[in-house]
């Protein structure tokens, strides 16, 4: 049994929603772990009868969720155990997309877990061949990891655009392997 949670992950005090896709408001999606570490995470233990720690703890996302869910596995390597990255947008590194030059929260080489601290058991990343909305950024973000020695699986899907048959396939895949 899991409990799963589907948050929503825009974290603006002054806006209720995206309402372009500038800096201002990626910067609110960028947020978002402060908002899942220091409020959902700990309702969630309060309100259900979890077990808790990274053993028990697994974060994915699709898209801009997919983006995050990296971002928050990079950043605090110590909460997940596994995460699932569907269709990553663009903007976990350096990248320009037809939307806007994305700064990167993380450098290229910064996606790489240290040797002697805690990473992921299951890293999965996946995409489409065809993704007209985050083209191949998640196909980069593979390579960047590759080159990192960053171990994961990298996930294509054939003739998938941003949506499914990318989004069911990779969910499926990464939820079979939670929790062995």
Not at 51 to 76: D, K, P, Y
């Amino acid at each position: 049994k899991m409990i799963v949670v589907y948050p929503f992950m825009y974290t603006s005090k002054t806006q209720p929603q995206c309402t372009a896709i500038d800096e201002a408001n990626v910067a609110c999606y960028d947020n978002f772990i402060d908002e899942l570490t220091t409020s959902i995470m700990p309702y969630i233990a309060e309100k259900y009868p979890v077990l808790e720690g990274r053993e028990n703890t697994a974060i994915t996302g699709f898209s801009m969720g997919g983006r995050e869910a990296l971002a928050c596995a990079f950043a605090r390597p110590d909460l997940f155990k596994y995460v699932g990255s569907m269709c990553p947008a663009p903007g976990l590194t350096y990248g320009k997309d037809f939307a806007m030059e994305h700064k990167g929260q993380f450098k290229e080489e910064e996606l790489v877990f240290a040797a002697d601290k805690a990473h992921p058991e299951l890293l999965m990343l996946c995409g489409g061949d065809r993704d007209s909305v985050v083209g191949t950024f998640p196909l980069s973000y593979h390579g960047i990891m590759a080159n990192n020695k960053t171990e994961h699986i990298w996930w294509l899907v054939i003739g998938s655009d941003h949506g499914d048959p990318a989004i069911s396939s990779g969910i499926y895949n990464f939820a079979v392997r939670l929790f062995k």
